[in-house]
């Protein structure tokens, strides 16, 4: 890896290549632009994926990332590759030096970057990381630290290396998951954390380097890729494991069940009640309501070690399981709905019954 004791915080201007794909690194690169001058650097060349096919004429569509680049007349790249094995791979590589990059800045660029990409840049390759590192590593930690129950999240801007968000912790910034929070909505608070905590760190670039601190390798999680299959609802978990799923999977790949083999977009729900519990089997519509549709779940944990303090002379009662109030669904082929709307229509009663599948 380049040195990091290198003084940066000469007159100079830093020049600096950026590297990211969707709007959370977007927000990131306008951020940047807009500071040029406060910050003492020109963003010489931007790289992003390549322009992927979108939408119902699957058009080919630019990145977030190559639309505020070409907006600011900033040079775009989008290779393939990096690896040294191909020709196009050596190829980006000498473009790379070309634009003789001071720093690297990557944000969700969706692209492996090797070791010779990582220390091409004067002072390595900085990465603007969507978790507390090292909580959680990977593709997907804000949906991951929603479907944990993590109670606050936030921003490492991290020195690169060769592992995967391995680097040593240049500057942490932390903030609250909210109640309400869904992945949607953590997204876009990460994207705006993430620009002000790199502009941070290219305000004192040596002094953030210089105090670098390496992760702890034993705390650290693995935020997999998302899959579609992860939407659909097992009604056995609590309520509490289900609510964090509808919000961890909004908008994509979206909480889903099925009713009479047609699937069920559950689009949202109310924090759990603990209160409100049933003896009803999991995944059974308990009462559809104008404020929300209550169904019932598996057991929490709390209801559980609450069940094992029980008097043994009540063990003729069946244990209570969790309930669920959903706001709004989605059937097949329709448009989302209210609760209030649901109320006021047929198309769901009171003892129906959500399956795990549509067979």
Known sequence: MPSTTKDCSSS???????AGTPEFAAVSLEALIS???????????????????????QKLSASAVKQVALAHDIAVEQPLTF????????????TLRS???????????????????????????????????????GAAPIHRALLAGDSETGITIMQMDKG????????????????????ASLHDKMAE???????????????YQAQAVPQDDSQANYAEKLVKTEGEIDWTQSATEIERQIRGLTPWP???????????????????????QTNQPAG???SVGRKAILVACGKDADTKQADTKLDSKVESLEPSASTLAITELQFAGGKPMTAEQICHGNQLNDGDQFTTDSK
């Not at 690896?83 to 000498?94: F, N, V």
């Not at 634009?99 to 603007?128: H, K």
């Not at 909480?255 to 009640?273: C, D, E, H, M």
């Open 35 to 57: 500071q040029q001058e406060a910050l003492n650097i020109d963003i010489v060349a931007v790289y992003t994926q390549p322009d992927r096919k979108a939408g119902r004429g």
């Open 99 to 137: 634009y003789q990059p001071d720093v690297m800045i990557v944000a969700a660029y969706g692209l492996i970057l090797p070791i010779g990409v990582l220390i091409t840049p004067t002072y390595g390759c900085l990465n603007i990381h969507a978790s507390l590192l090292p909580r959680w590593r």
């Open 254 to 276: 979206g909480a889903y069940t099925f009713l009479a083999g047609q699937r069920v977009k559950i689009l949202a729900s109310l924090p759990v009640n603990p209160s409100q």
């Open 164 to 183: 995967l968000d391995t680097g040593d912790m240049l500057y942490k910034v932390s903030a609250p998951i909210e109640a309400n929070d869904t992945a």
């Open 193 to 207: 954390l993430g620009a002000t905590a790199i502009v941070t760190v290219l305000k004192d670039l040596a002094h």
């Open 12 to 18: 100079k201007r830093l020049r600096v290549a950026f």
């Open 284 to 286: 059974t519509v308990i």
């Open 83 to 94: 690896k040294k094995s191909s020709s196009e791979g050596m190829a980006a590589r000498q």
